[in-house]
């Protein structure tokens, strides 16, 4: 049978994405990854914001156009805020962000498992991609005000040292470089008596380099910088959540940290890597945002030097603590995001300039053959002539200047 696999989520539902597909191609079915005429869609949805919700129910009208007697199955976290906006017709299955590998056995009907109280194993996801992604955890605790993802995800589970180191070794057969993900991975180990850093010193045998999710300020201290330094294969690129550089909406958002803490954490990473890439997200137009706290994220942007930014409009999310405090006007949000859009191109161009003339190690991501392009180890896009790189190796280049979103290299 043919089945497409489709993800319309982050970096975990991508990973759960791969896993199911080794198991249906091991049950001997022809899997596939691009929106195309199949037997079967297995849909891996989003409720991070509106809009994320709104395309994977959008995906569902999509692939029955495509062959409107297709068994449709939805799972992940659209799925688990609200099930019922899948109960359509055509729809064979609906689950939440619990037990996935079931849906290998379900035909039919709407079945929510409950939220688990341990990390679920899955089976070792099969790499389509130049870099691998592993799941370390699940779930978070954090529950900032604007978040519908601890409601749906479940508290923090994590995964044992042993199963990602196994699965770490296998993906460096294939990969240069492996992405350790899950929805809050600073909170590693804090339900099995391990940390993040400890995972670390773990993984410091893998052959392949290692790039770390999304962090948390609070994770961010002198025996996690020194475990990384240590290892030596861990990129030194740090995605440092801020969501705002206003205290008083830091406050609002449950976030548990002010802008200063936050900068001292930036200078306590660039004590250890002087070079190092610190991206980041921001929140535009959170409820209680003023102009005057908006000026106040830009110019704690500009004061960081962020290598890159994730610009984010405020979604706003019925079930979340901040929903209640309602929504700014929309073009008064979206001039926002245009202003601190400007600043992030000007932050990531200085930042990648500074790099001209020198060496970086990037793994080819994609080749067109004219071009080769993948990323370095400070997650800056480069360029290089197609002189038969391969897709998924690491290749040490010199920094020639600047290119379209990024730099060029020989």
Do not use: W
């Not at 919700?53 to 609200?82: D, H, M, T």
């Not at 994590?158 to 196994?166: G, P, Q």
């Not at 449950?254 to 900068?263: G, I, L, P």
């Not at 930036?266 to 005057?292: K, W, Y």
């Amino acid at each position: 049978m043919k089945v497409c696999v489709l993800n319309l989520g982050c970096k975990v539902n991508q990973y759960e994405c791969d896993s199911l597909t080794a198991s249906l191609l091991s049950l001997g079915h022809d899997v596939s990854d691009e929106l195309s005429v199949a037997d079967c869609y297995l849909i891996n949805t989003c409720a991070v914001t509106k809009e994320a919700e709104r395309k994977s129910r959008q995906y569902v009208g999509k692939v029955l156009k495509l062959n409107p007697r297709a068994k449709v199955f939805v799972i992940g976290c659209a799925a688990e805020k609200n099930a019922e906006q899948f109960s359509i017709k055509g729809v064979t299955f609906v689950s939440g962000t619990a037990a996935k590998e079931k849906v290998l056995d379900f035909v039919e009907g709407v079945h929510i498992e409950p939220l688990p109280s341990e990390y679920e194993e899955m089976k070792d996801a099969l790499n389509f991609r130049a870099r691998s992604y592993v799941k370390i955890e699940d779930g978070c605790n954090n529950f900032c005000s604007y978040c519908i993802i601890p409601y749906l995800r479940g508290r923090v589970r994590s995964r044992k040292v042993e199963h990602i180191l196994e699965e770490c070794k296998k993906a460096a057969v294939t990969t240069d470089e492996i992405v350790l993900t899950g929805i809050n991975i600073s909170a590693y180990g804090s339900d099995i008596g391990s940390s993040l850093t400890e995972l670390i010193e773990a993984l410091s045998v893998v052959s392949a380099r290692i790039r770390l999710g999304s962090l948390e300020v609070g994770v961010v201290d002198e025996a996690f910088l020194q475990a990384i330094e240590k290892a030596g294969n861990v990129c030194p690129h740090f995605h440092l959540s801020l969501q705002s550089g206003s205290d008083s909406v830091l406050s609002q958002m449950n976030r548990h940290y002010s802008a200063e803490e936050y900068e001292k954490k930036v200078e306590l990473i660039r004590s250890f890597f002087p070079q190092a890439a610190i991206t980041t997200d921001i929140i535009v137009g959170f409820p209680t945002e003023t102009e005057d706290n908006f000026e106040e994220t830009m110019a704690f942007a500009r004061l960081i030097g962020f290598a890159d930014i994730h610009v984010f409009p405020y979604s706003r999310r019925n079930g979340t603590a901040a929903y209640p405090m309602g929504a700014l006007d929309p073009a008064i949000v979206k001039s926002r995001a245009d202003k601190l859009s400007i600043v992030k191109s000007e932050l990531k161009r200085a930042y990648e300039s500074s790099f001209v003339g020198r060496r970086l190690e990037v793994v080819i991501e994609r080749k067109d053959g004219v071009f080769a392009e993948g990323h370095s180890e400070n997650y800056i896009r480069v360029y290089v002539p197609d002189r038969d790189q391969t897709i998924g190796k690491k290749n040490t280049v010199t920094v020639q200047g600047e290119h379209a979103d990024g730099l060029r290299a020989e």
